[in-house]
């Protein structure tokens, strides 16, 4: 029994058989702990969201890290160690990157939900969720090449690779610059745009003669939102380098206008009390801008603008129909004559002879 046991079999059989228990116990601990902690944080719904995220990933480098030390304490005669060693290096190094990943992408969601959009705070919200979503997802980036360099360096030839190009790095790094200078670009573009804030998650654009609304935001483009539910990505760097209308960049109210056009004889007094009395019936007017006035006399009627204000965008387009819609109403229910008319001027030289009414008989 002794000597099957000193065999290259048997070793290799008491090294497996040791390496599967200690990773069952370890990974069995880990599971009651983590049942453990569910216990204690179950009613904090933040909390239990990490864990969510980030259990099985734990999971998986306790599994790994157990089945390290078990692999490095065993005798180096054990046939095929150093491969098993190396295999097992690279997955945990794989599995500490997927942790990480994890990780960060729990920390960006645990700092969106304790900002949440209430009433009064959707701009600060809305701003540090786009925050947290660039920097989780730039730190994402960063992580992830990080893991599969680091993967990738436990190979001895790419090593040795990497030492003989390390003569040609000057001429290397040109060309590898060159060629990723988009990626580059929008990457900086993004982090420029993280810190300064120009436009938040939900904010509504004026893209190109576009209203759209700020879907999603990733580390090189952006996914706007039309209104017929389009969706157009941008890429990050095009909002470094033009111009565009932010309508909901501060948290203030908007001003919105109706215009119409009606006859010179039309009174404007009830219009205005129309106006007023409408506005202040309608719940989306924000109480600070509602005025009338008559802002152009042309050849033929008067135009009048009604301003009026709201607390942002979507609920003043709404607020805008809404008035047009009454005011037409009102226009054509109680002043029917003096909707716009086309005024002519006959002049009988101008009568054809056919048409004029025939002259007076003479007595």
Same mark, same amino acid.
């Given at each position: ?105 729990? &920390? ?39 893991? &599969? ?26 060309? &590898? ?187």
């Amino acid at each position: 029994m002794l000597e099957t046991l000193d065999s290259p079999i048997g070793r290799w059989a008491v090294t497996l058989a040791t390496g599967a228990l200690t990773a069952a116990a370890v990974t069995f601990a880990y599971i009651l702990l983590i049942k453990l902690g569910y216990r204690l944080i179950q009613r904090r719904a933040i909390a239990r969201e990490f864990l969510q995220q980030c259990d099985n990933a734990g999971g998986v480098v306790v599994f790994f890290v157990a089945l390290q030390a078990v692999w490095h304490a065993s005798d180096d005669s054990v046939p095929w160690i150093a491969a098993i060693r190396h295999l097992n290096s690279l997955c945990l190094i794989l599995a500490l990157t997927w942790a990480a990943l994890k990780a960060i992408t729990a &920390i960006g969601d645990v700092i969106v939900s304790l900002n949440p959009a209430v009433e009064g705070r959707h701009h600060a919200a809305r701003r540090v969720e786009t925050q947290a979503r660039f920097l989780t997802r730039g730190l994402t980036v960063l992580v992830a090449i990080i893991g &599969i360099s680091t993967a990738l360096m436990t190979f001895p030839s790419i090593r040795q690779l990497g030492t003989s190009l390390l003569a040609s790095a000057g001429i290397g790094g040109l060309i &590898i610059g060159f060629a990723a200078r988009p990626v580059l670009s929008n990457l900086l573009a993004g982090l420029q745009i993280a810190l300064s804030q120009p436009f938040r998650i939900e904010d509504v654009l004026k893209f190109k003669d576009e209203w759209c609304w700020v879907e999603e935001v990733t580390t090189t483009y952006v996914v706007l939102r039309t209104w017929d539910l389009r969706r157009l990505v941008v890429p990050l760097q095009w909002f470094i380098e033009n111009p565009f209308e932010n309508w909901t960049r501060r948290p203030t109210s908007l001003m919105g206008t109706v215009f119409m056009w009606l006859d010179y004889r039309m009174p404007v007094p009830p219009l205005r009390a129309e106006f007023e009395r409408l506005l202040k019936a309608d719940g989306a007017w924000d109480e600070l801008i509602g005025t009338t006035q008559v802002v152009d006399a042309g050849e033929h009627a008067m135009q009048i603008r009604f301003l009026m204000s709201s607390t942002d965008s979507i609920t003043l387009w709404h607020l805008r129909c809404r008035m047009r819609e009454a005011l037409l109403d009102f226009v054509q229910r109680e002043y029917p004559d003096y909707l716009p008319n086309v005024r002519a001027r006959v002049d009988d030289n101008e009568v054809p002879e056919a048409s004029r009414p025939p002259a007076a008989p003479e007595i």
